[in-house]
């Protein structure tokens, strides 16, 4: 066992050395969405993407067939091609990527370990081009992913298509619920008691509050927030929106909680579940849940 493992680690640097002396021929610089110089090669048709957010968007620009590896969480998004490789989102095999003679890796801000370790560094020291999509922090930041992949697969026109219609969509939005008087505060819970956590300022899940004319009801608080239950009893929100989808049944969860019965979104039933995926990946398909927001804090406007 330990000679196969001696022979699969001689091959893995034998296949650094390869690349490595591949790579040696002149390319382009671009700087990544994470500031990163990162010198490309040549063009880009094989691609392995990391995160579900870059592939949706690789597959909404018509270039999922330059797929071919994906992380494990990709594996649900509409459109892939069937039986690509998976790879691990935090720790991905080295050797199969290699093997795979990518032009180019597509990661995510998420992909470092908790201890800021890159998982590309020895890919990255072969030869093998990656950039980072950092994690957004607003729409304006997606369309500004969007923009950038586009002009990395070469589909910059799409890439443009693309981003004209999520505004024009978000404008129709905007505007059916400009007509509404009565503002409403949302709280929009993304992780179950008893460890809450939601988003504030900075972070594209309030911006989709304010798209769709509510009031976030911790929008003056940082990105990430882990509010206590008297916090959110105490701002009282009219509807709670959740995406979790690891219990059984979250929104009658959220209604057993001591003292929630207070809260006017729990006395009216303005509890409603939001799909999950849509509104955690910064991508072309936020339009979902969007939509669902909508739907759920002004239905009078969707009757």
């Not at 040696?24 to 993407?49: M, Q, Y």
């Not at 404008?171 to 008691?193: D, G, H, M, N």
């Not at 959220?254 to 303005?270: D, L, Q, T």
Request: glycine share 6%.
């Amino acid at each position: 066992m330990i000679e196969r493992k001696n022979r699969r680690i001689l091959r893995l640097i034998f296949l650094i050395l390869l690349l490595s002396a591949c790579g040696a021929n002149k390319g382009r610089e671009i700087i990544d969405r994470s500031g990163r110089t990162v010198r490309i090669n040549g063009p880009i048709n094989r691609i392995v993407s990391t995160a579900p957010s870059n592939t949706e968007i690789i597959t909404d620009l018509g270039m999922a067939r330059k797929l071919v590896a994906i992380d494990r969480h990709s594996a649900n998004v509409a459109g892939i091609p069937g039986g690509l490789p998976q790879l691990d989102f935090f720790y991905p095999d080295a050797e199969v990527i290699i093997n795979l003679t990518p032009d180019i890796i597509i990661a995510s801000g998420h992909n470092p370990t908790g201890s800021g370790e890159d998982p590309f560094r020895l890919l990255r020291e072969a030869g093998i081009p990656v950039v980072y999509i950092s994690m957004s922090k607003s729409i304006d930041d997606i369309y500004e992913d969007i923009a950038f992949i586009a002009g990395l697969v070469q589909a910059r026109k799409k890439g443009a298509e693309v981003i004209d219609s999520m505004k024009a969509q978000i404008a129709e939005i905007s505007q059916k619920t400009a007509r509404i008087y009565t503002l409403k505060t949302v709280y929009f819970e993304i992780s179950a008691a008893p460890d809450m956590m939601t988003f504030g300022k900075g972070s594209y899940i309030n911006d989709m509050i304010s798209v769709i004319g509510a009031k976030n009801i911790f929008e003056n608080e940082n990105w990430l927030v882990m509010p206590g239950a008297e916090s959110i009893i105490e701002r009282n929100p009219d509807v709670i929106l959740t995406n979790v989808n690891y219990i059984d049944d979250p929104v009658g969860e959220i209604k057993s909680r001591p003292g929630f019965e207070h809260i006017n979104a729990v006395i009216n039933n303005r509890i409603y579940q939001i799909d999950t995926d849509s509104s955690v990946r910064p991508s072309t398909r936020i339009m979902l849940a969007l939509r669902q927001m909508s739907c759920a804090v002004f239905p009078e406007l969707y009757e």
